[in-house]
């Protein structure tokens, strides 16, 4: 699977969109982007993946770069509750390896 | 739905105890994993398992074991605890081999002493 580089921590005020950057420049070309976030003490919550288009849900939007090295998850109107760890990660969809997890980035929603 | 239930949600062992964490899934998953996650760590994964009666290792499993009798149950039990195994301990469940839509349990905080 592709490695992952995510800032450690961030910041967003409450209301506003949080942007939460992932560099995966050695990404193939059948490996997906997953995003899962954990909130404190809790188990990690899936949020949302993608191949190449964007793609959008109720929790969030995931951009993709045309070249597919890098990809941002989007939290349009960021609350208190989305303070969490995010987690970016890459792999082929039907990996026989399990889903691995890295030390993500903590966001942090100021009121 | 309760989704993936983990019993206990706390214990505490003394070294060279053994017991065994349950996790209970209603989803009908036939996928399921143990990890655990040290403080300010990510999660490693223990074991897994692809279906009834196939378990396999994960980055971790040194002092586990699991078993996989049903497609609802898979239990993790540790032999002869040891200081290095107070962790968090995760258990999750996903319809498949895609790494969407894992569904995780609440987790049981272990401290070895």
């Known amino acids: 699977d592709a490695k992952t580089t995510q800032p450690p921590s961030m910041d967003c005020a409450e209301g506003r969109a949080a942007n939460l950057p992932c560099n995966h420049s050695?990404?193939?070309?059948?490996?997906?982007v997953y995003w899962y976030r954990q909130i404190h003490s809790q188990g990690p919550q899936y949020i949302i993946h993608?191949?190449?288009n964007n793609e959008t849900n109720e929790m969030a939007s995931l951009i993709i770069t045309e070249d597919r090295k890098s990809s941002t998850l989007i939290l349009p109107h960021a609350t208190l509750r989305d303070t969490a760890v995010y987690y970016c990660?890459?792999?082929?969809?039907?990996?026989?390896?399990?889903?691995?997890f890295g030390s993500g980035t903590q966001l942090t929603v100021l009121p | 739905n309760a989704g993936v239930t983990q019993t206990p949600k706390f214990r505490i062992l003394k070294i060279g105890q053994s017991m065994t964490l349950q996790c209970a899934q209603d989803?009908?998953?036939?996928?399921m994993y143990w990890y655990r996650q040290d403080p300010g760590m990510g999660l490693k994964l223990i074991y897994y398992?692809?279906?009834?009666?196939?378990?396999d290792k994960g980055e971790v499993p040194n002092g586990y074991n699991v078993s996989r009798s049903t497609t609802e149950d898979f239990p993790l039990r540790l032999e002869l605890a040891a200081p290095s195994q107070t962790s968090v301990y995760f258990c999750?469940?996903?319809?498949?081999?895609?790494?969407?839509?894992?569904?995780f349990g609440s987790g049981t905080r272990l401290t070895v002493v």
């Open positions: 993608g191949l190449k």
């Open positions: 050695t990404i193939s070309g059948n490996e997906y």
């Open positions: 990660i890459v792999r082929v969809y039907g990996s026989a390896r399990q889903l691995t």
């Open positions: 398992s692809v279906g009834a009666g196939i378990t």
């Open positions: 989803m009908n998953h036939n996928y």
């Open positions: 999750a469940s996903s319809p498949g081999q895609g790494g969407y839509g894992y569904t």
